[in-house]
């Protein structure tokens, strides 16, 4: 079935460096990725979302490119702020629309 | 305005006893879903919807009902809670992929 990998858990970094969280995925047919953020304490948000091969979408500073040739959608951001502290998600719409499977998460920590 | 309300936002149960979790949101979405989320196993889906009426199984649906009574409100129900239930549940509605949450109930089995 379909699934979603994030494989760090936990990333820390000092304010200002750039951060890349990554994500891949597996399914059997045309992919639709998401990232969504949560912060502590609140529900989790959409930041962006990509079917397109190749094309690089943003939002809020962060941005991601989905790639088919390696199932990879990965999140980045050239300079991360104390803000972005949260917990980010990926995940894949299922192939009917309906089903939205969620990897793991990725605990942002960012240092002053 | 909040446009998904779960309801109640903390509650605290007894093993054994029966427990309803409500959902209502004002997006007009077909599809809604309960998602729970536990530290370092991120968001599970359990139930979902594509309308009223309809609830399909999702990955971890074992212990838990759902009911799709009308496009507003899904509801999820656990007949016979147990200890192991205690998490924090998410309800959404969407629009193909794009989920719109709400705030959270915190349920405790004891």
């Known amino acids: 079935g379909d699934s979603v990998t994030q494989t760090e858990g936990l990333v820390t970094l000092t304010k200002g460096l750039p951060v890349m969280l990554n994500c891949t995925y597996q399914?059997?047919?045309?992919?639709?990725l998401f990232w969504y953020v949560q912060h502590l304490n609140e529900a989790p948000k959409l930041l962006l979302k990509?079917?397109?091969?190749?094309k690089r979408t943003e939002h809020q500073g962060f941005y991601a490119t989905l790639h088919k040739s390696s199932s990879s959608f990965h999140l980045q951001k050239s300079s991360v702020q104390l803000s972005d502290s949260a917990l980010y998600f990926c995940a894949l719409r299922d192939t009917n629309a309906y089903k939205v499977i969620f990897g793991k998460g990725t605990h942002l920590h960012v240092l002053p | 305005e909040a446009a998904v309300t779960q309801s109640p936002r903390n509650k605290v149960a007894v093993t054994g006893g029966k427990v309803t979790l409500s959902c209502n949101q004002t997006?007009?979405?077909?599809?809604m879903y309960w998602y729970r989320q536990d530290t370092g196993h991120g968001l599970r889906l359990i139930h979902y919807?594509?309308?009223?009426?309809?609830?399909e199984k999702g990955d971890i649906p074992d212990g838990y009902k759902a009911s799709r009574p009308s496009q507003e409100n899904f509801s999820l129900i656990l007949e016979l809670a147990t200890p192991s239930q205690t998490s924090v549940y998410f309800c959404?509605?969407?629009?193909?992929?794009?989920?719109?949450f709400g705030a959270g109930t915190r349920l405790s089995v004891l």
């Open positions: 990509s079917s397109t091969d190749n």
């Open positions: 959404a509605s969407g629009d193909r992929g794009t989920l719109y």
């Open positions: 997006n007009n979405h077909n599809n």
């Open positions: 919807s594509y309308g009223a009426g309809s609830t």
């Open positions: 399914t059997t047919y045309s992919p639709f």
